[in-house]
């Protein structure tokens, strides 16, 4: 399956430190997108980033995608003890523009 | 509603019995998916429904498990004869399809299932 792979598994910073999450994938891609998880409960979706974009903002978040190594990744700056979380990406596949495949996630620790 | 909404939030079921886990997505959106999480793992994908296409089912680890999506609307997974290793929290979430891709998925809280 076109599965994301994080990396670190797990990441533990200061706050006030910036966070950097990597995303691997397999296939030709539609979109990447970055999610949230809190507590092992429902997810919050984060930011999206089409194929034919290279880097993405949203406030404290920087998203950036390179297509040709198959890889995003997503900067936290200026990290709160509330970005305490689970972060994963999610890809589709171009041919088919069908599920997202979720990666194993990254657990970010926000020491205050 | 404005979010989508998982019933129950939490079941409690004992080893072989039948469980319905229902997902209410949000008005229009066309594509509805279920994930399952078991403890401090991944998001394993289960069934993909996308309009009137035939569903994804290629996620499901066993013909134990079902599921069906009314009117394009809500949907209900069905795991028949539970055993153990279904324990997990169940994930719906879905989206609205544009030009061939899927847009931003909106979750819901999920579903904890435990068998005893």
């Known amino acids: 399956s076109q599965q994301g792979e994080e990396d670190p598994q797990a990441l533990s910073i200061q706050e006030g430190e910036n966070a950097t999450m990597n995303c691997s994938y397999k296939?030709?891609?539609?979109?990447l997108q970055w999610y949230r998880q809190n507590s092992g409960r429902g997810l919050v979706h984060l930011i999206l980033?089409?194929?034919?974009?290279r880097e993405k903002h949203s406030g404290r978040l920087r998203v950036t995608l390179d297509t040709s190594k198959k890889s995003s990744s997503l900067l936290i700056t200026a990290s709160r003890a509330a970005d305490t979380a689970s972060y994963f990406c999610?890809?589709?596949?171009?041919?088919?523009?069908?599920?997202?495949?979720f990666g194993t996630g990254t657990s970010l620790t926000v020491i205050p | 509603g404005a979010g989508v909404s998982q019933s129950p939030s939490n079941k409690v079921t004992e080893k072989g019995k039948d469980v319905e886990l229902r997902c209410d997505p949000i008005?229009?959106?066309?594509?509805l998916y279920w994930y399952r999480q078991s403890l401090g793992q991944g998001l394993e994908f289960l069934i993909y429904?996308?309009?009137?296409?035939?569903?994804?089912k290629s996620g499901l680890p066993s013909d134990r498990f079902s599921a069906e999506r009314t009117g394009g609307s809500v949907s209900t997974l069905t795991i028949q004869r539970t055993q153990q290793e279904d324990s997990a929290v169940y994930l719906c979430?879905?989206?609205?399809?544009?030009?061939?891709?899927?847009?931003?998925?909106?979750f819901g809280q999920g579903t904890r299932l435990t068998v005893v």
């Open positions: 296939t030709s891609i539609n979109n």
């Open positions: 429904f996308q309009g009137n296409s035939a569903p994804d």
């Open positions: 979430a879905s989206s609205f399809f544009v030009w061939g891709a899927n847009t931003e998925a909106f």
């Open positions: 999610a890809t589709d596949e171009r041919s088919t523009g069908n599920q997202f495949y």
């Open positions: 008005s229009g959106h066309t594509a």
């Open positions: 980033i089409r194929s034919n974009e």
